[in-house]
């Protein structure tokens, strides 16, 4: 299993511009997350998803859109990038709603200018 | 709505017993509470979950009052490889809602 996989690992975008992180996990999770974490700081959750087709916000979802068309794939987009949004950003996967060990993915670097 | 509250840091010596405590006051009857450790420039990895009383697993124990109020993860004789940050983790709402928020977080520091 190669877990939970993200990519790209690291961008660079200009303000304004747009992209899409993705996430992808082979492990059969119902629940998948997208979590920032900025500089020195804990992580806050963007949004996430109960199963496929399922979403909903989490503590700072604006600036971002989120779908879930199959229970592997789980991508985040930014819609017009911004500096505030410089940060590393990191899906999550795990078998049941309580996070029983949720399985986190290497992180993408993500660099606004 | 539960939230945790967590010391900022902590400093410990090699080969001492740390203990890590997580407020959670409004924590709902059903939820568990999750530990996870965080290395720099990686994802944070699972430590430990319980619902009540004690759990024990191969690297932390976790202990948890009958009120449920609050949660202490134990780190026995820890070494240098543990420092790093440690996040209490409850859900947020119903523990239906999938939506599991981290605390803020507590760096722990060990000494040689």
């Known amino acids: 299993n190669a877990g939970v996989t993200q990519t790209p690992k690291f961008q660079v975008l200009k303000t304004g511009q747009s992209m899409t992180l993705q996430c992808a996990q082979d492990m059969n999770h119902e629940y998948m997350s997208w979590y920032r974490q900025d500089p020195g700081m804990g992580l806050r959750l963007i949004h996430y998803?109960?199963?496929?087709?399922?979403?909903d916000q989490g503590e700072v979802p604006n600036g971002y859109n989120v779908s879930r068309s199959t229970t592997e794939d789980f991508p985040l987009r930014l819609l017009s990038a911004a500096p505030s949004q410089t940060s590393v950003y990191f899906c999550?996967?795990?078998?049941?709603?309580?996070?029983?060990?949720?399985?986190f993915g290497p992180g993408t670097r993500l660099t606004v200018l | 709505l539960a939230k945790t509250t967590q010391p900022i840091s902590m400093d410990s010596y090699e080969g001492q017993e740390v203990n890590i405590t997580c407020s959670h006051n409004?924590?709902?009857?059903?939820?568990?509470i999750t530990w996870y450790q965080q290395f720099p420039s990686q994802g944070p990895r699972f430590i430990i979950q319980?619902?009540?009383t004690k759990v024990t697993n191969e690297v932390a124990s976790l202990f948890i009052p009958a009120d449920r109020k609050s949660s202490t993860l134990s780190l026995p004789r820890v070494s240098l490889s543990d420092t790093a940050v440690y996040y209490c983790?409850?859900?947020?709402?119903?523990?239906?809602?999938?939506?599991?928020?981290f605390g803020q977080g507590t760096t722990l520091q060990v000494k040689p």
């Open positions: 409004n924590i709902a009857t059903n939820d568990y």
């Open positions: 998803s109960v199963g496929a087709g399922i979403t």
């Open positions: 319980g619902y009540k």
């Open positions: 983790l409850v859900p947020i709402g119903s523990s239906n809602t999938g939506k599991l928020i």
């Open positions: 999550a996967s795990s078998s049941n709603l309580q996070g029983d060990e949720q399985f």
